[in-house]
């Protein structure tokens, strides 16, 4: 594949030296051979083809500093690590992930889930960390010159670079604008398949790969909400049972297993929650009396379960668990939250 590939890609001369343009042809073959080249280590190759794509797609500046693609960087990995908690791999931490852990998992600032709501003193520390770990110049196996290099060989078919940014050529990003649709496809498809064997519970791993920060809503219809208010659990907080009658109280509603695990707004997984609880639960995992309990009203109203099928307390206890495996914490509930009474 390579060596096909490398005659086919390699580079022509022109008058003086001049190189001459690749072809958009030559640019498609030589842009699936990088994403198809075996050898990652890490994801960083795609996430470069991503934030390469999603430039031309929005802008025709040809050159990029490393500090902008350090700042993709840190949102595309944050999102994977801080919201999905997608593994990496089994034995090797990337340093994007490794500094995303560093400076946002302690204290306050791992109570905080959106990249937008950090202090843009804390981020620009990420972004000048990223810049010197991963395109620094004496950074082990960096992205930069690695990107075009196809089993050892490697011509600078997109972009030239130095020490400070890369250079992209005119006919690239033509080539990477007008097909940005499906060339962000196959990056996302490589990226899945090279993920997935580190995360085989994970349920919608390729949506969550390709997740942009404005995208989806999280919040039930109104219909489902009709659903749930007819349930006679609904009358309280299904984790404090404080009266949900109460005026003082704000009324939630509450993914029982959050929904960036689940990644969906399914029925039978959402409960009324007090403000209280629903905040301090935030995307953590109720305990599993609270499992039982959701099995216990659900039954009971099965409406909430049809898009389950048969063996639908297995599904809810399988996503449970998997839940679990996948790292998202334990919910360890404030006193106030406490039930004040039996759960079930
Ligand atoms: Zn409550």
Redesign the pocket.
Known sequence: MSSRGGRRMRARYGRAGERLQYSQEELWRYFQLILEEGSMTTTYKLALARFLVEHARESTDLVIEYETIAEAFLKYYWYQERIFKIRQSYNITPYVIQIIQEKFETGILSKIRSLDKIPPSIKNEAIREIRKKVFGSGSFGHVVPRFHRIRKQGRNVFYDYDKQKITLRPEALVFLHNHHVPLLKMIFLEWTSFLEKANPMMPKLSAKIAWDMDDGSRAPTGSQKQMLRACEESKR?F??N?SAEDTSIQIHYDHFIPWSFLYETETWNLVV??Q??NISKSDTLAPESYMEKLLVRNEKYPKLVKDLGGEWKNEIKKQYNGCEDCGFERWSMAKS?MPQQRLI
């Open positions: 907080c984790y404090c404080k929650s007090c209280t609880c939250a």
